[in-house]
């Protein structure tokens, strides 16, 4: 069973940055696809990003040039680069993976708050 454990999250100024981490119980290349979800209050969890075992990518036009999904091979880590963050980006921030084609993992969630 793939865990999940995110890290990075906090308060930054509208303006500001912040990168996020997921560590990675498994062998990140062996994922069928990973990516990065969000929760804000009162609202759904919706897509941020996500990357496919062959390194294609995709963004919620939302975060679309302002965020960027990567990967760690040799740390197991998969990560986001938020640039450009705005109060709308508050939200608790999950990891997910997709693997063996038919499993699926999250991980605990970090906190993200965005202040104008």
């Known amino acids: 069973q793939v865990q999940l454990l995110e890290s990075g999250g906090g308060l930054v100024q509208a303006g500001g940055s912040l990168r996020l981490s997921c560590a990675v119980s498994?062998?990140?290349?062996?994922?069928?696809?990973m990516g990065w979800y969000r929760q804000a209050p009162g609202k759904q969890r919706e897509l941020v990003a996500i990357?496919?075992?062959?390194?294609?990518?995709n963004y919620a036009d939302s975060v679309k040039a302002r965020f960027t999904i990567s990967r760690d091979g040799a740390k197991n880590t998969l990560y986001l680069q938020m640039n450009s963050l705005k109060p709308e980006d508050t939200a608790v921030y999950y990891c997910?993976?997709?693997?063996?084609?038919?499993?699926?993992?999250w991980g605990q969630g970090t906190l993200v708050t965005v202040s104008s």
């Open positions: 997910n993976a997709r693997y063996d084609l038919i499993h699926e993992a």
């Open positions: 498994g062998s990140i290349f062996s994922m069928n696809q």
């Open positions: 990357i496919t075992s062959g390194g294609s990518t």
